[in-house]
């Protein structure tokens, strides 16, 4: 009697135990919550439907969409990675900012994970690829960048969507003598300077992606004349700017647009559902790729490896994180994700089809240009501060007149030289 008894205490306690340890896993209604941290803020309601999909198939999971400003983004996810917190699933830049995760130990190896990886274009893999071939993140969104325009403002000015530079300038000119403001854009947010104006304007006069990996490998400066020029063309903008530009940041400038008071914004596909929702849709508003410097160029266009999905190597969930990624990595995800989110293109290897007429046009627009990224995110990121910090500190010193155009690009080599040292 005895030794039964001992049995069933044994017993009673080995099932306490695995209760216990079962709720360490799971939220008070017994399901797994898995958390998506993502610099997305526009895109809390869209990702939500998103998931949806997934965990109607899955009733155990729950997953929570925590998006940050993306320039504190970088700031709190290494934080909390720093501290065994963080979320399980998590957007990742491209290049050296997604890579500093990983050395540091925070990312699971996904090499033999990403289901397919060996049909991802290499281009898009590489961006979350070590230099040993560790991919620690699965390619998952890229974006375009280039110019809207309200179609009411052309209209009125009798403008024509302009193919090259001096077409571009007749219009800002034409909307400009009218009285009116022509681009809606500010200089207070450094990064929507360095990477939407310069990174969709600039390759046309620096030379898109073989200046690039010049100035990666170090042949090249930004001192260089195809550099400067590139600075020059993004300075003469600001006579078409609002008159408080140097005050305005990102979202004060794309309000302007969003109200109908400048005729043109220079921005991302990413834009194209905040501005529908706000009712600028195809009707009313067109949009063109970033003007060549001379008639006949092949468009140099930036086509951006923006957003990968790595796993959190501390995760309490991560076999369920996995499992959820591999679903990230596959057509319904994708379809939905360029569904609610038009302008967001999937990596995703597959037959999927584009239903926004914006997008579409941003898209085939890849298919007659040369590819290129945005200039400082790979190699040139990898220190403190980075080439993308460093940019946007040189266009925005540029614009408020701290900076020539010369000085700026001066400025910017000298802060660069560590790099090749």
């Known amino acids: 009697m005895r030794t039964f008894t001992f049995g069933l205490t044994r017993i009673a306690s080995f099932f306490s135990l695995a209760l216990f340890l079962l709720s360490c896993n799971k939220d008070d209604d017994n399901r797994t919550e898995l958390v998506f941290a993502s610099w997305r803020i526009d895109d809390v309601d869209e990702m939500n439907r998103i998931n949806k999909i997934y965990t109607s198939k899955h009733p155990d999971i729950t997953i929570r969409f925590d998006s940050y400003d993306p320039m504190e983004y970088e700031g709190v996810i290494t934080d909390q990675l720093s501290k065994q917190k963080g979320a399980d699933i998590i957007f990742l830049w491209s290049y050296d900012k997604g890579e500093a995760l990983y050395d540091a130990g925070y990312l699971v190896d996904l090499t033999d994970i990403i289901p397919n990886r060996s049909s991802y274009a290499a281009s898009a893999l ?19 960048h280039g110019v809207y325009y309200l179609k009411s403002f052309f209209t009125k000015y009798s403008i024509q969507e302009p193919s090259t530079w001096n077409e571009f300038i007749a219009a800002c000119e034409k909307i400009y003598a009218g009285g009116e403001t022509a681009i ?9 300077l360095s990477r939407i104006v310069f990174g969709g304007l600039g390759p046309n006069f620096y030379g898109g992606e073989p200046a690039r990996q010049e100035l990666m490998a170090g042949t090249a400066k930004v001192t260089d004349a195809n550099f400067i020029e590139a600075f020059n063309a993004v300075n003469s903008l600001k006579k078409y700017f609002p008159a408080n530009f140097k005050t305005l940041d990102y979202e004060d400038a794309r309000q302007i647009f969003l109200e109908e008071d400048a005729a043109m914004y220079i921005g991302g596909s990413w834009e194209i559902s905040v501005l529908e929702e706000a009712g600028l849709n195809s009707q009313k508003i067109g949009w063109f790729a970033p003007p060549v410097k001379n008639a006949g160029d092949r468009v140099q266009y930036c086509f951006h490896v923006d957003a990968g999905i790595g796993v959190n190597k501390d995760s309490k969930h991560k076999e369920e994180a996995i499992e959820y990624l591999k679903w990230l990595c596959g057509t319904e995800y994708a379809g939905a994700l360029m569904t609610e989110l038009p302008g967001f293109f999937s990596y995703t290897p597959g ?6 007429e914006l997008a579409q046009e941003m898209f085939n627009t890849a298919s007659t240009s040369d590819l290129t990224v945005r200039l400082m995110f790979e190699k040139l990121n990898s220190k403190t501060p980075g080439g993308d910090q460093l940019l946007n500190d040189a266009l925005e010193g540029m614009l408020t007149g701290t900076y020539t155009p010369a000085t700026a690009a001066a400025w910017l080599q000298e802060q660069l030289e560590s790099y090749y040292n």
Do not use: R
Not at 135 to 142: D, F, I, K, N, R
Not at 184 to 192: E, L, P, R
Not at 351 to 356: D, I, P, Q, R, V
């Open 126 to 144: 590489n961006a979350w690829t070590t230099d040993e071939g560790v991919t620690y993140g699965t390619p998952s969104v890229g974006v375009t």
């Open 184 to 192: 809606a854009q500010g200089a207070a947010d450094g990064w929507s």
């Open 351 to 356: 037959n999927l089809t584009l239903g926004n």
